[in-house]
């Protein structure tokens, strides 16, 4: 006997207890309807046989009762009747509607807290960009200048961000969120959490690199490609890779376009979404070796841009970028027919190509 009572005091401490930290689910609401349904049709019942009312006058009066509006045009006058409406009406009726209301609001505002915390799933999102992991240092302004190209970005503006990450469990910055991103609180290498994040419905899935630092972060970063290729997305996977040699395992675990984490320029990575192969032309810009960029000290003056960059290409010079205006200013990609007065050009060649002298170079457009 002593074990049963301790385990219904025990029991019954832990029912208290989730009462104080559980807030109701929609199946208390229904349960709670039922109940007030049931009372409603009780007291109609009881007014049509003790006040003598057809069945819509119980009913008006049983929800004018019930709401507390009290309209007055109809009453219990009967003591059956009153004492109905005592019991049925003040006794459970108002209570009921009142818990039922309290009980709506709660449940609204503990769902609205569960978005904003990243504690629920977004099941009607879908054909969206499903950003995985947040960079360890400074990720609140790595992600405001991400989203922020994302939505001047024409082909991306009208898509939904997803974000997965466990870096924000009390909800994302308010400037994210007032941009419409959302996001799921949670690692990418749980069990479920990608099902969860919406990978297999998603548009785009960027996996960056959590620490750039850290070269063993290029282990998780497989890691979660392997995972993602098990659900078998159709989604574009672009994946950030510390060490270059890692490229080809990626790639061969499903990402089709691989870039190093570059913090100071999200463009980059945005390009590489839309115009898959950009990001390997950028990088190549950034090092010497292979193709790269060089600054040519030549005057020119009432030539088109058509003539400099054919001029140069026909001559095994390198293609042309742009011009160095008088001011400093520099002009790149200008309209082809436009004509210009520069004080150099910026060029891309390759390591291996013979730039001929500055004066040479000049005479071609005399």
């Keep these: ?45 009881a007014m049509v046989f003790f006040e003598d009312l057809d069945w819509w006058q119980a009913f008006w009066l049983t929800m004018t009762s019930a709401s507390t509006t009290g309209y007055g045009d109809i009453s219990a006058v009967t003591f059956w009747g009153q004492f109905s409406t005592i019991l049925l009406i003040y006794g459970l009726g108002i209570t ?50 991400l989203i922020s190209q994302i939505s001047q970005t024409p082909e991306l503006v009208d898509i939904p961000v997803q974000i997965l990450t466990t870096a924000f469990p009390e909800g994302l910055p308010i400037e994210l969120r007032s941009q419409g991103v959302v996001h799921h609180t949670g690692d990418a290498l749980d069990d479920g959490m990608l099902t969860s994040a919406g990978v297999q419905k998603a548009k785009y899935i960027i996996v960056l690199c959590q620490d750039t630092q850290d070269s063993h972060c290029d282990s998780s970063t497989f890691d979660t490609l392997h995972r993602i290729q098990e659900l078998a997305p159709t989604a574009f996977i672009m994946a950030e890779a510390i060490n270059d040699s890692n490229r080809p395992r990626f790639k061969a675990a499903g990402a089709k376009a ?38 040519l000290n030549v005057r020119l003056k009432d030539v088109t841009w058509a ?37 150099g050009l910026i060029i891309l060649i390759n390591d291996d190509q013979v730039i001929p002298s500055l004066e040479e170079i000049r005479q071609y457009f005399i």
Excluded: C
Excluded at 4 to 21: D, E, I, M, Q, T
């Design 258 to 295: 691989v870039i190093r984490p570059v913090r100071a320029y999200p463009e980059m990575l945005v390009r590489s979404l839309i115009a898959p192969g950009t990001e390997q032309v950028l990088e190549d810009l950034f090092r010497h070796q292979g193709d790269h960029t060089i600054r």
């Design 1 to 45: 006997m002593n074990s049963l009572g301790l385990l219904l005091k025990r029991k019954n401490s832990r029912h208290k207890f989730r009462k104080k930290v559980h807030l109701h689910e929609t199946s208390d609401i229904k349960k709670r309807f039922i109940l007030l349904a049931g009372v409603i049709a009780l007291h109609s019942l």
């Design 307 to 343: 003539q400099v960059v054919t001029t140069l290409i026909q001559k095994n010079i390198g293609t042309a970028l742009g011009y160095v205006q008088k001011n400093g200013d520099i002009i790149t990609h200008p309209q082809t027919y436009s004509i210009i007065e520069a004080e």
């Design 96 to 145: 009921l509607l009142a818990l039922i209301a309290s009980d709506y609001v709660e449940l609204r505002l503990m769902r609205k807290e569960m978005r904003i915390k990243g504690r629920i799933k977004w099941d009607d999102m879908q054909n969206h960009i499903l950003i995985i992991n947040t960079p360890k240092y400074d990720s609140e302004r790595y992600l405001g200048l």
